[in-house]
């Protein structure tokens, strides 16, 4: 597999803060997985019953926050509210995140030029985008970008269109927000089993801009393999979505995470070793440990994305901004090397450089 897109940054762009946000409602996996026994068990075959058991009770993952009310609500939802809650925290969720993200780096609203908004789990027209100019009162004139379907990898496609809307100047926001609680679905299947065990809700935005503060945004490498397209990706099934994810999915994702990483430490003339911090997309438990055995990591290099897998499950796209948080709250020294790692639908893997300077608006 090599990478069939790349896309390097513009030079001079800097990530100037990053922010995340995530719903107040969060659920105990032991609590899930009695819940679901006692509503779907009937609908199981024993076989299935035992392996969501085991599934829900990995110690991979602790707790997830989930954008509902209460669990019952969500077990019971037609699809028209479904949307009307996929909007709603959709919205409400990026423009936390959004809102964050500019106080940290100290930037009123009115001088956003730019807004990047991607997401795979809903669709409305107009998309999230408009809502968030509204509520957060950004320029009416902003240059709004609305992108779907790149699934958990695409935070970084998304910082590669922020970037190349900086040609002229100017402060882009990019956003990851997924609402994966509104593609839920149960059977005696075991993609729906294991997605219901694994997913949670979030938003995380990147303010981007050229200045030289926070972290530069080096170079990017993307990588596209649509012969494994159904290995990970969503169906539609009666007019809704289906996650449908197979047991593949580890090793294919590691070894086009190591084909995207190859490929940017060497056209910037780096090796593994320069590289201090690794923010690598937790997918699961078994998809982390796939990707440490392909590219030769450390448990070390790891451990922020297994806090965040525990803390909050894979929240799909927002996730590797997560673990970005998580790295940045415990320090980087300026000239540290970062490399970002992130695999979803597509199949696709994408890889982002990033150099430290000035980190006092981080």
């Not at 050229?210 to 099934?237: C, F, M, N, T």
Request: charge should be negative; charged fraction near 15%.
């Amino acid at each position: 597999m090599t990478p069939e897109t790349t896309s390097g940054a513009e030079a001079g762009v800097h990530i100037a803060s990053v922010a995340t946000a995530a719903p107040p409602f969060s659920i105990e996996q032991s609590e899930a997985s009695a819940i679901m026994a006692q509503r779907f068990g009937h609908l199981l075959s024993a076989r299935s019953l035992a392996i969501m058991k085991k599934v829900f009770s990995h110690p991979s993952i602790r707790r997830r926050h989930l954008a509902i009310t209460d669990p019952i609500s969500l077990l019971e939802e037609d699809p028209d509210p479904r949307v009307a809650r996929f909007t709603h925290w959709a919205v409400e969720l990026s423009a936390q995140a959004v809102a964050r993200a500019l106080d940290r780096a100290g930037m009123p609203a009115n001088a956003v030029s730019a807004l990047v908004v991607n997401t795979c789990t809903g669709y409305i027209c107009p998309g999230i985008s408009t809502y968030v100019i509204e509520r957060l009162g950004l320029p009416k004139m902003v240059r709004a970008y609305d992108l779907v379907g790149s699934g958990c990898g695409g935070a970084i496609p998304n910082l590669q269109v922020a970037s190349d809307s900086l040609k002229n100047g100017g402060v882009a926001v990019s956003v990851s927000v997924e609402i994966c609680s509104a593609t839920f679905q149960m059977g005696d299947d075991l993609s729906l089993i294991v997605s219901n065990a694994l997913f949670g809700d979030g938003a995380a935005a990147a303010v981007l801009m050229r200045q030289e503060r926070g972290l530069s945004l080096v170079d990017s490498v993307s990588l596209y393999d649509p012969a494994h397209r159904d290995d990970i990706r969503y169906v539609h099934k009666n007019g809704q979505l289906h996650n449908q994810l197979k047991p593949t999915v580890p090793a294919l994702a590691a070894a086009a995470a190591a084909s995207v990483t190859a490929t940017l430490l060497e056209r910037n003339g780096l090796q593994m070793r320069d590289v201090r911090h690794w923010i690598v997309h937790p997918g699961g438990d078994n998809v982390i440990n796939a990707v440490r055995d392909e590219l030769h990591l450390a448990d070390s290099h790891l451990a922020l994305s297994r806090q965040i897998l525990s803390e909050h499950g894979n929240l799909s796209s927002p996730t590797i901004m997560f673990v970005l948080r998580e790295v940045l709250d415990r320090g980087v020294a300026h000239g540290d090397w970062l490399l970002m790692v992130a695999f979803g639908a597509g199949l696709s893997a994408h890889a982002c450089l990033l150099r430290a300077c000035d980190t006092s608006t981080l």
